[in-house]
């Protein structure tokens, strides 16, 4: 099957204060069409600086990126912008819900950003918050909401514009077990489809087995790809 993502040879570090922390040293990861790739490794590896690489969202020093036959890094910003409004779904570990808008007004940002019309697009969001559990919950405010409705507000809004690829950051980290598995069969329900991919960062061994493929990463290294011991 053709590789939906292929990230080759990335370099990245950060500099703060003067002070140079290399974190990607030449990574490689490929992610398959059709496939859940999770992400794991121990705070600070450099999970969150991947998948924001592979999102586009951050500028690499070398190595290159292709998602979906596309060149992301060497894309100008306003086309690589416009490519991730269309073709990615974010869920951030911070869930960056914007506090002065509803529950379905924040699920529906991406489809507006996408052209829909605000009635459509509050209708497709209306579904999504129903799918996650939060039907009666649609006109609330964030700040109404604990972390795990929270949380399922932010994955809801990742999968609202029917992307390719969906990445996602600790998705299940403030949910109950039960919560989690519901997210689980949703997200590989709506994202692990043909031409479709769906990366999961997390810490969760519970999620686990709804992965095709595990990939353990140790200071910003891949050291292993596996295939976990069952797929529900
Ligand atoms: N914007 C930034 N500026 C400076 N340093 C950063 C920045 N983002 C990340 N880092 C550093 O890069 C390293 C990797 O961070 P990253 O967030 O990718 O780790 P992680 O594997 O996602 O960890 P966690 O499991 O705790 O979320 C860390 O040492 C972190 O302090
Ligand atoms: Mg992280």
Redesign the pocket.
Known sequence: MADLVQARGVVK????GGVV?P??RGTDLAVAEGELLMLV????????????VIAGTLDLEGGEVTVLGTRLDTLAPAARTRFRCRNLGFVF?AFNLIPALTVVENIAIPALLNGLRPAEAQAKARVLAERVGLGHRSDHLPTQLSGGQQQRVAIARALVHDPALVVC??PTSTLDHHTGDDIMALLREVAVRPGRALVV?T?DSRIFPYADRIAR?DD?IITGVETPPRTP
């Open positions: 570090s950060f500099t703060t922390t974190v990607l490794g121990p705070s600070g590896c450099g999970k969150t600086t991947l998948l924001s570990q950051d600790e960062v810490h990463m910003g």
